[in-house]
Each structure stands twice: as C-alpha cells, then as structure tokens.
C-alpha cells in the first residue's frame, strides 16, 4: 500500500549532510517526495512509498548520519503532492 508521510526533524541537522542522507536512503529504496532545510534550523521532508519502505527511511531519520544527532521527530500523515522522484528542494 503506498503512503505518504511528512517529517520535521530537529536537532543538529543542518550542515552534517542529513539531506544527501535522506535523499540517498530513499532513492536507493526507491521512494519519491523532497527533502528540505528550513530557516528554524530544522529539516523537512515528504516520503511517499510503500508502507515498509517510508518507515525504514523514518527509523533511518531518527538516526542521522554519523554527524548528526536527532533530538525529535515528528511525523504526520500527507498526502502524495505526485513527484515522480525524490529530490532536495530550496531551502524555506
């Protein structure tokens, strides 16, 4: 069953490539949606996929790479916004 999910992490996030992370895990399972980094410090992203496929990449983002420490997390569900692959978008 394909889902989509939309996250908020915040923590140390930004400037230890918690994006090129996020997008690596997810084209490698082969899910669609962004990835962004937001004014407030924190990172956002859409997970559109299989059910078992988004929440590896989420358990993947409670994780981080190795520079990263993940304080929270939150997730909520979304609605699939039709990207045809997964991509980092501008900065909010």
Do not use: Y
């Not at 930004?14 to 004014?39: E, K, M, S, Y």
């Not at 994780?63 to 692959?85: F, I, M, N, W, Y």
Request: aromatic residues 4%; contains cysteine; proline residues 3%.
């Amino acid at each position: 069953m394909t889902v989509a999910c939309h996250l908020s992490i915040r923590g140390r996030v930004q400037g230890v490539g918690f994006r090129a992370f996020v997008i690596d895990r997810a084209r490698l399972l082969g899910l669609r949606g962004w990835v962004r980094n937001r004014r407030d410090g924190s990172v956002e992203a859409l997970l559109i996929g299989e059910d078992d496929t988004v929440n590896a990449v989420i358990a993947d983002c409670a994780r981080g790479p190795g520079l990263a420490h993940v304080q929270h997390l939150e997730k909520q569900p979304a609605h699939d916004d039709g990207s045809t692959d997964f991509q980092a978008r501008p900065s909010i």
